[in-house]
């Protein structure tokens, strides 16, 4: 956000990401984030908060952070040659004003050997990363194919999204 002109301070707790049960697969990323900016409002409520959360689903299945390589392995053995959407859902808040929306995006990544996966997985960090990948990482660079939609929202924050909603319904603007 520093590059398109707002200054902001990064803060984290820990955050259990509890999903209903009776949420469609497409409305969980945005359903956490405001579950996330409800506990920071509680915390910090005078400062506009942002708050995101980022799914892969494949097959109407989301896939979260992997917690080992051998469930990072799984994760990018189905991603590869196929198409998965990213979401990112996120939600702003001041003390008056609550804004939601998400973002989607379409990642085609091309067939991944196992040797690919191998070595992405013990030189990187997939773990913090839903379905076990980052974009702007390895994998991304030599496996994604094509992608219809925002960038950064892959990355995690669709910036231009969140900048309209700093200047459309909160007034806030770099200049």
Not at 128 to 148: L, P, R, S
């Amino acid at each position: 956000m520093y590059q398109v002109g707002f200054d902001f301070e990064v803060k984290s707790k820990d955050f259990d990401e509890v999903i209903r049960m009776d949420l469609d697969v497409k409305e969980v990323s945005k359903y956490l984030a405001q579950q996330k900016n409800d506990a920071y409002r509680k915390l910090f409520t005078s400062e506009i908060i942002v708050t995101a959360d980022t799914v892969v689903i494949v097959e109407d299945q989301i896939l979260g952070k992997p917690s080992n390589s051998e469930e990072a392995k799984q994760m990018l053995l189905q991603l590869s040659n196929g198409k998965h959407s990213v979401m990112t859902g996120v939600c702003i808040s001041s003390n008056d004003k609550k804004i939601s929306f998400d973002d989607s995006t379409n990642v085609t990544f091309k067939k991944l050997d196992v040797n690919e996966i191998d070595f992405y997985i013990n030189k990187f960090w997939p773990y913090d990363k839903a379905g076990a990948y980052g974009i702007q990482e390895w994998i991304g660079m030599i496996g994604i194919e094509t992608i219809e939609g925002c960038y950064y929202n892959v990355m995690g924050l669709p910036i231009n999204k969140v900048y309209d909603c700093f200047k459309n319904e909160f007034a806030i603007t770099p200049y």
